[in-house]
C-alpha cells in the first residue's frame, strides 16, 4: 500500500505564489508527476521530476511559472508555482510510480489539493 500525503492548498491571491508537496516517506519512485483538474475540464499534466537525479520536465504551459523539486532526505517532492493566476484554480495532484507511456501513467496517486485563486 502506497499513501501519498499531499499539502499546501488553500487560497491564494492573483499573482501570488503557492507550494504543495507530495510526501511518501521510507519510498523513492522513479518519478513523481505533478496534475491539475480544474471544474468541468480534462486532468492536466503540469510537469514531473525524476526521483534520482532531479531531472525534470514541464508541460509548456508551465514553462516559467513552474518549479519542481524534491527533498531526497524527506522523501517528499514539490511543486511551486508563480504568478498565480484565477484560472489556476484546480484540484492539484501528485502521482508517483511512472509506467511509461502517456504521461498520466502513474500507479499511485494523492488525494488532491484544492487551490483557489481569487482575483
Known amino acids: 500500500q502506497v499513501h501519498l500525503v499531499e499539502s499546501g492548498g488553500g487560497l491564494v491571491q492573483t499573482g501570488g505564489s503557492l507550494r504543495l508537496s507530495c510526501a511518501v516517506p521510507?519510498?523513492?519512485?522513479?518519478?513523481y508527476g505533478w496534475f491539475r483538474q480544474a471544474p468541468g475540464k480534462n486532468r492536466e499534466f503540469l510537469g514531473r521530476?525524476?526521483?534520482?537525479?532531479?531531472?525534470?520536465l514541464y508541460a509548456d504551459s508551465m514553462k516559467g511559472r513552474l518549479t519542481l523539486t524534491k527533498d531526497n532526505a524527506e522523501d517528499t517532492a514539490y511543486l511551486q508555482m508563480n504568478s498565480l493566476k484565477p484560472e489556476d484554480t484546480a484540484v492539484y495532484y501528485c502521482?508517483?510510480?511512472?509506467?511509461?507511456?502517456?504521461?498520466?501513467?502513474?500507479?499511485?496517486w494523492g488525494q488532491g489539493t484544492q487551490v483557489t485563486v481569487s482575483s
Open positions: 521510507g519510498r523513492t519512485f522513479n518519478s
Open positions: 502521482a508517483v510510480d511512472f509506467r511509461g507511456g502517456s504521461r498520466d501513467a502513474y500507479n499511485y
Open positions: 521530476i525524476s526521483g534520482v537525479g532531479g531531472t525534470t
